[in-house]
């Protein structure tokens, strides 16, 4: 049930208005990353919770992007009102100007019109909250940008107190995904591949044009990853990926057994999600 109260989370003070501030702010109301693709993401993630106390969750932050949404509308608002009466106001967004008299529609900045296609809806939680905890940190740096952008103060606090909001949010969703307490590389319930799964392509090789060259770094060099080197010029091939009769041409091609140690920190075969 939804019910509106006439106040802001946030009273919103613009002291000068500024309509191609204005125009910026919607990519937060009708945008990918915006509030309303926010509040639709986590509400429905909710309808669909079989957990009761993420569900709870979803649907508080659910509802508190939808007050989100009605704080950066009526800020938009405020900032592309002069948009109907000066043509050169007007020129910051010809569409918002004459189409929708300086009024906001649900659209971004470049006056697209907003989707359902910009919300991540998996019907499986622990991928969903993943999704979320993506979804904040992009909300947080469109803010970030936009303060960045700003030059009025009422506007760049209220912007603050948005930004602020997200990192709550997206603390919560990283607090729900440790709740749930699944091995952190464990997704749905078909395990992955042994052996394949602990095997790191390395498909970018050479020198580049400045001087990029490969770098050594966890995900090549951790205990149990077994690096395959240019797999395309090795004539790497997988002859079989099913779990118990796994095989690629790496045995032959190195003469090695091609068998994985376990990477301690984070095990990706099924052997390592005890
Ligand atoms: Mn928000
Ligand atoms: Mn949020």
């Not at 926010?38 to 649907?59: F, P, R, T, V």
């Not at 603050?160 to 997704?187: C, G, N, W």
């Not at 090789?205 to 690096?227: H, R």
């Amino acid at each position: 049930m939804y019910h509106h109260v006439k106040k802001l989370m946030y009273t919103v003070r613009v002291g000068q208005a500024d309509p191609r501030f204005g125009n910026m702010l919607l990519e937060q109301f009708g945008g990918a990353n915006g509030e309303l693709a926010a509040a639709m993401q986590y509400s429905i993630q909710g309808l669909n919770c079989e957990n009761a106390a993420c569900k709870d969750l979803l649907m508080d932050i659910g509802t508190e992007e939808l007050s989100h949404l009605e704080i950066v509308g009526t800020l938009a608002r405020m900032h592309l009102k002069p948009m109907k009466k000066s043509v050169d106001a007007a020129e910051c967004d010809p569409l918002v100007a004459i189409a929708g008299g300086g009024g906001v529609a649900l659209c971004n900045s470049m006056g697209n019109p907003w989707t359902a296609d910009y919300l991540k809806i998996t019907g499986e939680l622990d991928v969903d909250l993943r999704s979320n905890v993506a979804a904040e940190a992009r909300a947080k740096i469109v803010y970030e940008r936009l303060i960045n952008f700003c030059d009025d103060a009422g506007t760049k606090e209220a912007l603050q107190f948005l930004m602020t909001r997200e990192v709550t949010h997206m603390r919560a969703f990283m607090q729900a995904l440790d709740y749930l307490d699944k091995p952190e590389l464990s997704i749905g319930a078909i395990p992955p591949t042994p052996g394949i799964v602990d095997q790191y392509y390395n498909d970018s090789t050479g020198i580049g044009d400045e001087g990029e060259s490969d770098m050594k770094a966890p995900w090549n060099e951790a205990e149990g990853i077994q690096v395959v080197t240019a797999p395309a010029f090795q004539e790497f091939q997988v002859l079989k990926a099913t779990p118990k009769a796994a095989k690629t041409t790496l045995d032959t091609l190195n003469g090695d057994r091609g068998k994985n140690g376990k990477n301690k920190a984070r095990s990706a075969s099924p052997a390592g999600r005890e």
